[in-house]
């Protein structure tokens, strides 16, 4: 099955700090805008943002395979190369972990590297790299 690109349509809080965090801590494309939303190129998907004054996404901790992680949330899962360049940035930013980078399910095929972070309207993403899955396709 070929992958096909998804679509997010999201609020943010702040249209400016989105902006500065995709493109900038990220280093994502921004392929258009308004002066209310932001599109942006999310490692292939259309991530739409639209601003929405007083909005606040926070997450809460769910248990997902036995650990917490922020739910909701959305994320890419990388080549490991596109992984260890997007980790190296978000450190290099002092970035927030909310899960710091990692190993996680060692030996199981859906075996990844996996790190969670915030972005400044509170939503959860994770960038992953499965290291047994073959590239493009997920376990």
């Known amino acids: ?3 096909v ?3 997010l349509s999201m609020c943010v809080t702040d249209l400016e700090k989105t902006r500065y965090f995709y493109k900038e801590i990220l ?4 392929r258009r805008a308004s ?3 932001a599109h942006f190129d999310f490692f292939g998907t259309q991530l739409t943002c639209h601003h929405l004054p007083g909005y606040d996404a926070k997450n809460v901790q769910r248990e997902v395979d036995a650990e917490d992680v922020p739910i909701p949330h959305f994320g890419a899962a990388l080549n490991l190369e596109e992984f260890e360049k997007v ?8 970035t927030k972990f909310i899960k710091k980078p990692r190993v996680r399910f060692i030996g199981k095929n859906h075996e990844q590297h996996v790190m969670f972070i915030e972005d400044p309207s509170g939503h959860g993403i994770e960038i992953k790299s499965f290291t047994k899955a073959p590239e493009r396709t997920w376990a």
């Open 1 to 3: 099955m070929t992958v």
């Open 5 to 7: 690109p998804f679509h």
């Open 27 to 30: 280093g994502i494309e921004e």
């Open 35 to 37: 002066k209310s939303s």
């Open 87 to 94: 980790k190296k940035r978000l450190l290099a930013n002092d």
